[in-house]
């Protein structure tokens, strides 16, 4: 920490969704309040504030993170990729569109995470078998959806990257 003063104020630096900001804040504010309350990117969901359900996640520096469990202070200089930063412009990614294709979200409170969790999965994954994504989903709790629908979203993704790599391989 550079910036830090006597009345417990930070200022903060960083970037999210590829855009830098700054902000004076609170040295106890957690990473999902400055999300939600100071930057209104509410696809980031609260649910049960310990770390157990996965609904608050986001990149910090590439790593999947519960931003319930960190200050917002922890991500000074860090970047941020939150669930409206994934898309390119309004270009969905394989994933969110394969949960739209599958019928995945009921209420949707959950599904900010389970994409994150999905495309973290995906990244060092590309095709994951289903225990690899129930394991890898199993820090994102649903109380909607039964999971299988969710769980086939993120093994379509999985097993159109395959055949598209069989194809390349074919013609070659
Ligand atoms: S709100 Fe952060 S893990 Fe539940
Ligand atoms: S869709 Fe409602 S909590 Fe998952």
């Known amino acids: 920490m550079n910036s830090s003063d006597s009345n417990g104020l930070f200022d903060l630096s960083v970037t999210?969704?590829?855009?830098?900001?700054?902000r004076t804040v609170p040295t106890h504010l957690r990473l999902?309040?400055?999300?939600?309350?100071?930057?209104?990117?509410?696809?980031?969901?609260?649910?049960c504030g310990e770390g157990e359900c996965g609904a608050c996640?986001?990149?910090?520096?590439?790593?999947?993170?519960?931003?319930?469990?960190?200050?917002?202070?922890?991500?000074?200089?860090?970047?941020?990729?939150?669930?409206?930063?994934?898309?390119?412009?309004?270009?969905?990614t394989?994933?969110?569109?394969?949960?739209?294709?599958?019928?995945?979200?009921?209420?949707?409170?959950?599904?900010?995470?389970?994409v994150l969790a999905g495309?973290?999965?995906?990244?060092?994954?590309p095709q994951p078998d289903r225990d690899a994504i129930r394991a890898a989903l199993a820090g994102?709790?649903?109380?909607?959806?039964?999971?299988?629908?969710i769980i086939d979203a993120v093994e379509?993704?999985?097993k159109n990257q395959s055949q598209h790599t069989k194809s390349i391989e074919d013609n070659r």
Request: hydrophobic share 35%; glycine share 10%; proline share 2%.
């Open 94 to 114: 394989r994933l969110q569109q394969a949960f739209i294709d599958h019928h995945s979200v009921q209420c949707g409170y959950c599904i900010p995470g389970m």
């Open 16 to 22: 999210v969704n590829g855009t830098p900001v700054k």
């Open 140 to 149: 994102n709790i649903c109380r909607c959806t039964g999971y299988q629908k």
């Open 119 to 125: 495309e973290n999965l995906l990244r060092g994954n």
């Open 57 to 92: 996640s986001v990149f910090l520096d590439g790593k999947l993170v519960n931003s319930c469990l960190i200050l917002a202070v922890e991500a000074h200089n860090a970047e941020i990729t939150t669930i409206e930063g994934l898309a390119t412009g309004k270009k969905l």
């Open 32 to 47: 999902l309040d400055f999300l939600r309350d100071e930057l209104r990117l509410t696809g980031t969901k609260e649910v």
């Open 156 to 158: 379509t993704v999985g």
